[in-house]
Nanobody
Framework: QVQLEESGGGLVQARGSLRLSCAASGGTFSTYNMGWFRQAPGKDREFVAHIRWTDDSTFYADFAKGRFTISRDNAKNTVYLQMNSLKPEDTADYCC??????????????????WGQGTQVTVSS
């Protein structure tokens, strides 16, 4: 059983930056694919970014490309989401998730086995 705990959310002005962290415990973190999802009030949860454990390859939603960076530190059992040039529309609850799925898909929530509780990001205009 893997436990995930996010941190680093908060209130930031537009064009600012935040770095989210997701600390894992209770499993072999280095062998999990990790993802970030977000959900804004009244909207469906959406995929943000993914990083594979095999080669650290990364994948992003179109809105995240060029602004967000996902990374991982296996020694610290932590995955990060660096968010730059934030916009008010990035306001959402951000959750990290762990997946043992080894196929080529990564942007569907059903592929993930463990979830954190989320951390709120609010971007003011």
């Amino acid at each position: 059983q893997v436990q995930l705990e996010e941190s680093g959310g908060g209130l930031v002005q537009a064009r600012g930056s935040l770095r989210l962290s997701c600390a894992a415990s209770g499993g072999t973190f280095s062998t999990y694919n990790m993802g970030w999802f977000r959900q804004a009030p009244g909207k469906d949860r959406e995929f943000v970014a993914h990083i594979r454990w095999t080669d650290d390859s990364t994948f992003y939603a179109d809105f995240a490309k060029g602004r967000f960076t996902i990374s991982r530190d296996n020694a610290k059992n932590t995955v990060y989401l660096q968010m730059n040039s934030l916009k008010p529309e990035d306001t959402a609850d951000y959750c990290c998730a762990a997946s043992i799925y080894s196929g080529s898909y990564y942007d569907t929530a059903d592929l993930y086995d463990y979830w954190g509780q989320g951390t709120q990001v609010t971007v003011s205009s």
